[in-house]
């Protein structure tokens, strides 16, 4: 079995989103895949078909050099307890950089909602 067989899941599922400028080669036993995805979401999605395949990451047999494009977001459901701050912090990124990525959502920085889906900018 030839390695583009055994992770053909991976492989379609990055199809599947949209990956651009995809590249999938083999070379000396290891399948390597490139591209960019258009979020972190999408780019822990391949990582999660990766880890269905190899759950334990021991097989070495592939190398994924996967980018997050330049203003790719990830989306974000605001609990009880959040602030853009302690937000900003679990991402590496600003309060004030989510905040200008949500202003059609957020009206006053200090006051954010529960159940609110925000964007998050890739830092």
Do not use: C, H
């Not at 991976?10 to 490139?34: F, K």
């Not at 459901?77 to 059609?104: M, R």
Request: glycine content about 8%; hydrophobic content about 40%; cysteine-free.
């Amino acid at each position: 079995m030839s390695l583009k067989d055994k992770y053909a899941e991976l492989i379609s599922t990055a199809n599947n989103l949209g990956v651009t400028g995809l590249q999938v080669r083999e070379q000396d036993n290891v399948l390597y895949i490139d591209g960019t995805t258009k979020s972190s979401a999408d780019k822990e999605k391949l990582w999660d078909v990766y880890g269905k395949i190899d759950p334990d990451f021991r097989a070495a047999d592939v190398v994924m050099n996967i980018t997050v494009a330049a203003g790719a977001t990830t989306e974000y459901t605001v609990v009880g307890g959040d602030s853009l701050s302690k937000i900003g912090k679990a991402y590496g990124v600003t309060w004030q950089a989510i905040y200008e990525a949500n202003k059609d959502i957020i009206k006053n920085p200090d006051l954010i909602q529960p159940g609110w889906k925000l964007k998050i900018p890739t830092a």
